[in-house]
């Protein structure tokens, strides 16, 4: 697994197919028993704040999101992840054509 880390993040694959979807995610979230909530978020320049008391993975299913923190900006497509960890405030903004987007944690 392709791994990168930032200050209070970490950007993966979880998929080797670059042009993944949505299902797929789906299945592989069924497979590893993982519960996770499921966003469709629309295009706008809304940044949509979070916190969490504990580390949250946030999954891509369908076009882009991009996930910013005090210290870094990441950007996610259909196959990537990136781990928050606890109580670091974070802002979730959906792509141009919006996005899907699941948050396990």
Known sequence: ???YRFMNKKKFRWSKVYESSEEELADLLRARNIS???TVAEPSGEQLQQIS???RTI???EGWLIVRTKATSITLQP???TRVSAHTPYDLQA???GCTYY???
């Open 1 to 3: 697994m392709l791994c």
């Open 36 to 38: 996770a909530t499921r």
């Open 53 to 55: 008391e504990r580390e």
């Open 59 to 61: 999954w891509c299913g």
């Open 79 to 81: 196959g990537d992840a």
């Open 95 to 97: 792509g141009e054509a």
């Open 103 to 105: 948050v396990s944690g």
